[in-house]
């Protein structure tokens, strides 16, 4: 996409669509609590590392 971004009104107006988009593509859920606890996350999270010992965190 270099030639696209080269063009700034042609990427202005893309990044407005983008970001008008975005704004309308919600979940509806953002008022909600978390399905699970910071624990059972932490826990879920160790489970599947256990079960994948070749796959690194995409932090590393």
């Known amino acids: 996409m270099p030639g696209f971004r080269s063009n ?3 990427w202005d107006a893309y ?11 919600g979940d509806g859920l ?4 978390p399905y699970f606890t910071v624990d ?4 879920i ?3 599947a590392a256990a079960r994948t010992p070749g796959r690194r965190s995409l932090a590393d």
Do not use: G, I
């Open 8 to 10: 700034q009104s042609d």
């Open 15 to 25: 990044q407005a669509d983008v970001a008008d988009w975005d704004s309308l593509a």
């Open 30 to 33: 953002e008022n909600e609590p």
């Open 40 to 43: 059972e996350e932490r826990q």
């Open 45 to 47: 999270r160790e489970r």
